[in-house]
């Protein structure tokens, strides 16, 4: 192979000058977007999605605690919730200790909803890890959330 097609067909060199967060930004997006596809006939959003599970796993919690699982701010955690509430998918109720805070539920309905969409989760799931290697993916986190 000549040089010049080796030159040609080598991958472009990193842009040492693009900023890193913004890179990681635009792929989060992008991510986000493969998984609100897939989502799509089941009516959820890859954040709902992901707080049902949280619901799922955890069992009711108060919506600060919530949000914070979910690695969202309150007021974003407030947004992903009203829609979730109005399908009927979490009930949210005055706290015990203190009715001040609220506490979100996972209903039957929202069991149901979150086994409905597990399947097309997963299809998204595959296609990222087809399009990006899961330990890669894995690695990255590790690292952001070490330092």
Request: hydrophobic fraction near 45%.
């Amino acid at each position: 192979m000549c040089i010049y097609t080796q030159i040609m067909s080598a991958p472009p060199a990193p842009d040492i000058d693009a900023c890193t967060c913004g890179v990681l930004r635009r792929a989060a997006r992008a991510a986000t977007a493969i998984y609100d596809q897939a989502l799509r006939p089941t009516g959820l959003r890859v954040t709902q999605f992901a707080i049902l599970r949280i619901l799922d796993r955890r069992g009711p919690l108060p919506v600060t605690r919530l949000a914070a699982e979910a690695g969202l701010e309150r007021t974003t955690m407030a947004r992903n919730l009203d829609p979730l509430e109005r399908r009927g998918l979490v009930r949210i109720v005055a706290g015990e200790a203190d009715a001040r805070s609220r506490l979100t539920e996972l209903t039957d309905a929202g069991r149901s909803a979150l086994a409905e969409a597990l399947p097309h989760w997963r299809g998204a799931q595959a296609d990222l890890a087809r399009r990006v290697e899961p330990g890669a993916v894995r690695a990255l986190a590790a690292a952001l959330h070490s330092g």
